[in-house]
């Protein structure tokens, strides 16, 4: 079960008034909702939440959409900033900390497939060509992201 009490409604953050560094969530969270909105099986976006994130770096939401359908969940929590924008769902997925290391996961499995020289088409979408030097430049990403944000 998700913890709300760890998030941010974005909705709720002050626009006009910006002493709290809320600017960059603001950026992100249009980001998050432009990618999901291009996604056919998203309506639109009911609500974002902030659950956590760097400025220039990452953000990690929680977005509430419009599924198209019964079958497409409505709760998806996003992962943008200088990465790969990627959607994860929400099954087992319960804070924002979480999230992030299941987004490592994932394109770390993108990136050891494209290492190996395997097919990425049934891995999460990265949107970069599958290169050695794409694969690379997301390896270290993911080391910082793992060894800054996730280091116990």
Same mark, same amino acid.
């Given at each position: 079960?998700?913890d709300y009490a760890d998030l ?23 980001? #998050? ?10 309506? +639109?976006?009911? =609500?974002?939440?902030? +659950?956590? +994130? ?8 929680? !977005? ?29 997925? /319960?804070?924002?900390?979480?999230? %992030?290391?299941?987004?490592?996961? /994932?394109?770390?499995?993108? !990136?050891?497939?494209?290492? #190996?020289?395997?097919?990425? /088409? =049934?891995?999460?979408?990265? =949107? ?13 990403? %993911?080391?910082?992201?793992?060894? =800054?944000?996730?280091? /116990?």
């Amino acid at each position: 079960m998700i913890d709300y009490a760890d998030l941010v409604d974005v909705g709720q953050l002050r626009r006009d008034h910006d002493d709290n560094g809320h600017a960059f969530i603001f950026e992100y969270a249009a980001e #998050a909702k432009d990618f999901l909105c291009k996604k056919r099986w998203c309506k +639109g976006i009911v =609500n974002v939440f902030y +659950g956590d +994130g760097c400025e220039g770096i990452i953000a990690i939401f929680l !977005v509430e959409i419009v599924p198209e359908s019964a079958d497409v969940d409505k709760l998806l929590w996003v992962v943008v900033g200088d990465v790969p924008p990627a959607y994860l769902v929400t099954d087992v997925i /319960e804070r924002p900390l979480e999230a %992030l290391k299941v987004y490592i996961e /994932e394109m770390r499995a993108w !990136v050891d497939a494209v290492k #190996a020289g395997k097919a990425v /088409e =049934n891995i999460i979408p990265v =949107n970069a060509p599958p290169t050695k030097e794409y694969a690379d430049m997301l390896a270290v990403r %993911l080391d910082f992201l793992r060894d =800054n944000f996730l280091a /116990e």
